[in-house]
């Protein structure tokens, strides 16, 4: 018997082992990509720094995978989702490679997928091994969104500089979708002042962008809150987060018309373009640009099942680029992406069809569901024993509906910002839902194993 306590104190000391070192290797794989940007400097002119930030990702990936080798942890069903993203880069690749397309465009393009299932991975190994650490991981992830969006809006600052008067999207990081987040997360839960400073710091950065997609993936977590759980919308917590929008809101255009940097001037011309022209350009170009990816994708039995591969051209076609011309000039209109187009969905059945991305995007729209799923259950009270779970369950299923919302007007899968904190998002996601399951399952016998010792 007395064998039994070293042994016990043996196996304690090695799971806080564990558990510190799968924190700092996740802590650095995720904040190693705060700086990342895509140069306009031509291909490759910004690779070795790039390639420094990919080292310490796999150095960190490789730490963590023994780590749960050591700790006896699996990977749970995330298995399913990486076998799709798999199958979507192999199939991408074989027929980019096929056409004899350029190889170091096929590699770069291959990076964003890899990060999204990876980062899954991870965070859902993560959350098991460091269970212990469920608070001081959801303030890592808070000081990550905060560092991804000053960190990007650094490198762009010394690198191109920042014109508020014709800023646009390259000033936000892939960490603004997950900030927006945390105003829905506001409606059902209370926030930190650390949550209060990452909104507003990112709502300026939304309105620096004037870029009206952020405010459709707003509008889409904010009412997966109410869809989930209707009532929600009568309690206190759901009107003290509408009045937060509203007074952050307020705020930022007050330090507009003080300052006059003319942001909502440039809004209000961005809101109003169809009314003045007939028809929006940046709605014209993006529908276009999707004909000419799905005219590419049904042109043939063989791109239908495998695609077109990685490194194809992306051109504008169809009736509404001949619209956009005629409102923008044929120079906005006759020019092309290489990868990935505007469109996350399309993009993918473009690239590799329904065999190849078919998987992918079924699991990407089952884990959106799914997500819409886990706000219900986490705004049960019983649904999680600690607060900070219940916490870190609505923001990842936040994180997962907006940038899924955010794929249907704009690219995600090309992008490696956006892709970490997709990954993220969707690994926290298949973390609560069996956390869920295994809070409810002691829910249950505990009232048993009561009984029994009365």
């Known amino acids: 018997m007395s064998s039994a306590v070293p042994t016990a104190e043996h196996n304690a000391s090695h799971r806080a082992t564990d558990s510190k070192r799968a924190f700092v290797a996740f802590t650095v794989a995720i904040l190693a990509w705060a700086t990342d940007y895509k140069s306009d400097g031509g291909a490759g002119s910004a690779a070795a720094f790039q390639a420094i930030l990919l080292v310490a990702y796999l150095t960190m990936l490789l730490s963590i995978a023994i780590t749960a080798i050591r700790a006896r942890t699996g990977i749970g069903t995330v298995w399913v989702l990486l076998l799709a993203v798999i199958v979507f880069m192999v199939d991408a690749a074989i027929i980019g490679l096929s056409f004899e397309r350029d190889p170091y465009a096929i590699f770069v393009n291959l990076i964003p997928p890899f990060v ?65 987040a945390l105003i829905a997360v506001a409606l059902i839960k209370r926030i930190s002042r650390l949550d209060v400073l990452i909104v507003v710091f990112n709502l300026a950065i939304t309105l620096l962008s004037v870029t009206r997609t952020l405010f459709v993936v707003l509008a889409a977590q904010l009412v997966s809150v109410f869809v989930a759980r209707p009532s929600s919308l009568f309690k206190s917590n759901a009107i003290k987060g509408m009045m937060l929008v509203v007074v952050l809101g307020g705020g930022l255009a007050a330090v507009d018309f003080a300052a006059g940097t003319g942001l909502i001037e440039r809004w209000t011309d961005r809101l109003t373009v169809g009314v003045r022209l007939g028809a929006d350009p940046t709605a014209l170009t993006r529908a276009a640009e999707v004909h000419f990816m799905l005219e590419e994708f049904r042109s043939s039995t063989d791109t239908l099942a495998f695609g077109n591969g990685l490194g194809a051209r992306i051109y504008m076609t169809g009736p509404d680029a001949a619209r956009a011309a005629q409102l923008v000039g044929w120079g906005s209109v006759k020019v092309y992406d290489i990868g990935y187009g505007h469109e996350s969905y399309a993009s993918i059945l473009f690239v590799a069809g329904l065999l190849g991305g078919g998987p992918l995007l079924l699991m990407q729209v089952l884990n959106c569901l799914q997500a819409i799923g886990m706000i219900r259950k986490a705004q049960a009270a019983n649904s999680f024993d600690q607060d900070e779970a219940a916490h870190l369950a609505l923001w990842g299923a936040l994180i997962v509906i907006g940038i899924f919302t955010y794929g249907l007007l704009g690219g995600v899968i090309g992008d490696r910002s956006t892709c970490v904190w997709y990954g993220i998002g969707t690994g926290i996601l298949y973390w609560a839902r069996e956390h869920q399951k295994v809070a409810a399952r002691l829910s249950v016998h505990q009232p048993r194993v009561q009984a029994l010792a009365g």
Do not use: Q, W
Not at 120 to 145: F, G, P
Not at 154 to 163: L, Q
């Open 116 to 180: 999204y299932a990876s980062t899954c991975a991870v965070t859902y190994v993560t959350l098991l091994i460091a269970s212990d650490r469920i608070a001081l991981i959801l303030t890592t992830l808070r000081v990550a969104c905060l560092s991804f969006a000053i960190g990007h809006l650094g490198v762009v600052m010394a690198t191109k500089g920042i014109d508020i008067s014709h800023s646009r999207f390259e000033v936000f990081s892939g960490a603004v979708t997950p900030s927006l």
